[in-house]
């Protein structure tokens, strides 16, 4: 049975085109609101149980990528989807304007500083891609970077996505499992939600004016993430293209995908040799023996 994620799920990019992916998912809606609701519960307990495998096996890690627009809803995946999964397994980094001290290093050095261990599940809010989206949108950037004027060339894109997909292979064959998720909203749904929040007193908070001048570069930024996903997709570490008008629907679809990852691993909580257990019957029974008497 193909997995809820697989229509989204791109392994080779190279004829990949974005406008033929729907921010909607409508064709590929198996279920209602109301059933994907009632699944995640199930879901995020699954996911759960299997990072417990992960962490006692302690030999393979997850790394988990999240890159969208603003107000596509990367916060509330990560919040829903993980909700279930024991904090201690989790490692959830999330990657702003890099500071002068960042700047003072490769693109790679401060992601690869916040990776996860073996047996955790690391999480990405924004990540490397960064490199390829809004420094892509905005030039300027690189002159911040500090980069030798000689290095930075018309070749530099196709030099960072190479230099990606090195690292990530690198990554796949130390044993770590990597998913990215682009959370494809719609340019209108956007609006509604940019609306929603300057009319929500309790959301106004999360309102910026420089997510609006981004908003502007809508059409950049797209031809920017459908770039990235031609040349950055693997077998190893694919781009899922969520569908994310609907939250729940995103949130059914992030959740499957994790699941699907971890499962492929096969794990198994360890398993002991016969001097071990006996070991742990001696220890028991030196406990049992320890038990206060009753008077
Ligand atoms: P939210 O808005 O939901 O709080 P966010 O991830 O959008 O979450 P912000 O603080 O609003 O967080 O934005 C982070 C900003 O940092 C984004 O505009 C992003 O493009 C920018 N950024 C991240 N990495 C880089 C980078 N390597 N170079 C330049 N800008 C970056
Ligand atoms: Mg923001």
């Not at 033929?20 to 199930?42: F, V």
């Not at 603003?70 to 304007?97: E, R, T, Y």
């Not at 690869?112 to 989206?133: D, H, K, Q, W």
């Not at 992030?254 to 990852?261: H, K, M, R, T």
């Amino acid at each position: 049975m193909s997995s809820p994620a697989s229509p989204f799920v791109v392994t080779d990019g190279r004829h990949f085109r974005l406008h033929r992916m729907d921010p909607r998912g409508s064709s590929h809606l198996s279920l209602s609101k109301e059933e994907a609701a009632a699944q995640l519960p199930d879901a995020v307990a699954r996911l759960a149980a299997l990072q417990e495998k992960l962490y006692a096996h302690s030999r393979w890690g997850v790394l988990l990528i999240f890159q969208a627009m603003d107000a596509a809803g990367k916060d509330s995946v990560i919040k829903h989807v993980l909700s279930g999964v024991n904090p201690q397994g989790c490692q959830v980094a999330a990657f702003k304007v890099p500071s002068s001290e960042e700047l003072n290093h490769d693109f790679l050095w401060r992601t690869t500083a916040r990776l996860p261990e073996r047996g955790r599940i690391g999480v990405f809010n924004r990540s490397y891609y960064e490199e390829v989206l809004v420094a892509r949108v905005h030039p300027e950037l690189l002159d911040n970077q500090k980069l030798p004027a000689e290095l930075v060339t018309a070749q530099i894109w196709k030099e960072r996505f190479e230099d990606i997909a090195a690292f990530e292979r690198h990554l796949a064959r130390s044993g770590f499992v990597i998913r990215k998720f682009f959370l494809n909203v719609s340019k209108e749904e956007q609006r509604q939600r940019f609306l929603k929040r300057l009319e929500e007193p309790a959301k106004r908070w999360k309102f910026s004016l420089g997510d609006v001048r981004e908003r502007e570069r809508w059409d950049d930024y797209m031809r920017a993430y459908e770039d990235m996903i031609r040349h950055t997709s693997s077998p190893d570490a694919p781009w899922i293209v969520v569908p994310a008008d609907r939250k729940w629907f995103a949130h059914h679809v992030v959740a499957a995908a994790v699941i699907e990852a971890l499962e492929q691993l096969d794990l198994k909580l360890p398993t002991m040799r016969a001097p071990q257990r006996r070991d742990l019957e001696r220890a028991k029974g030196e406990l049992e023996r320890q038990a206060p008497k009753r008077s």
